[in-house]
């Protein structure tokens, strides 16, 4: 007999392809409903939304403000052409304006996701200067489609291939694992940049219209950058008249403890990509804000990028209750408060567990990186392998125990809303303890 918890779960199962996944292996409970930092399946069993999804539901679930927003314009408009002009819109583009870097502003253009909004970004750096180059970084996600998986430098790329002429990947710091043979932080940078000199020299730099860039690596294991690496990459992009990208995808909305982290950084790119926290992901929404001096190119010039539901007033108004809930709940700079809590409890984490090689991280965007030896760095699970080895097991466990964390390879993320109270969090790295204490290592 079939029960009442069972059919929909095999009907899930059988009707829905699942992504970057095998589908025969899937084994995830079904979500009912979520408040704030938890989500609930139909059992009403309660799991702590330690990554906050997937690095997106910044606001906590349910946030009454984005709910209400939503629900009112609804009631009032669901749909326009993008072609027509509406109030929402102009007002959620004027004030992300405001909260950009630039003092002589820009202008926005709306997509339906992050991926979407690193396609746009490059066609439109492409448009802007007439070259076709686009550098990206290995260790990088930019999304799924053709153009942003062939950005993205890692195995999600792989099915585009051979992707869209014209993309060269790099290689940036990362000094637990430094590609450039060296433990010291400022040598790393300057190798970094060394290399980076040199792909332009063999690339010709006059062929390179834009260079995009994660400001905090996320999905590939929340890699900050050693201090300088981004300020040296925006000097070499102005010395040659290449446009910056920041991919602010998962690093916007207060991730990193300001609006963007190139507010936290005070590096300036010409274009910035964002999605996920825009709404706190109630709805989907992306897009790229561009800098006034680029924006204005395409007054004269048409803008060859659409999309029907560009500025759907549904997600406009999600992101209008959702810029105001940031704003009254002071939550763009709460994740340096969370900041704090995350390195004291983490670092006694890798106190507890000889398997948490690496813990790091800025604001609430947070990563453990696990080993299977601490003195050699071997991964628990091969980066880029052809399976995720344990971590299904390690992610199952913990949803068990209540928590659920995003994790891939050999690295967790712990990313929550930015409304987490600390015993929250210290409930939730307590269980990774818990869980990594059962771990045998062969
Ligand atoms: C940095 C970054 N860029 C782009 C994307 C793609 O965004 P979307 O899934 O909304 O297309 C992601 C998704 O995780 C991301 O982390």
Redesign the pocket.
Known sequence: MISMQSKPRASHSRYVLTPWSAQGALDMPTIERAEGCYLYDTTGKRYLDLSAG???VNLGHGHPTVVRAIAQQAAKLCYAAPSFFNDTRAAVAEELVRLSPWREGGRVFFT???????EDAMKMSRMVSGRHKILAAYR??????PG?GTLSGENRRWPNEPGIPGVVHFFAPFPYRSPFFTDDPAEENRRALDHLESVLVYEDPSRVAALII?PVV??NGVIVYPQGYLEGVRELCSRHGILLIF?????GFGRTGAVFASTRFGVTPDLI?F??GCTSAYL?L?GVIVRENVASYFDEHVLGCGHTYSGHPLAMAAAQGALQAYREDGLYERALTIEGWMKELLGSLREQSPLVGDTRGIGAFFAVELVRDRSTREPLVAWQGQTQGQMPALLRALRERGVYVFGRYNVMLVTPPLTIARDELASGIGAIADVLRGVQVS
Do not use: Q
């Open positions: 997937l690095v997106a339906t996701g992050g991926g979407e909004a690193n990088s996600f930019h999304g799924s489609a942003a994660e996320g999905s991919d602010e995808v998962m690093t990509t999605a996920k989907p992306g």
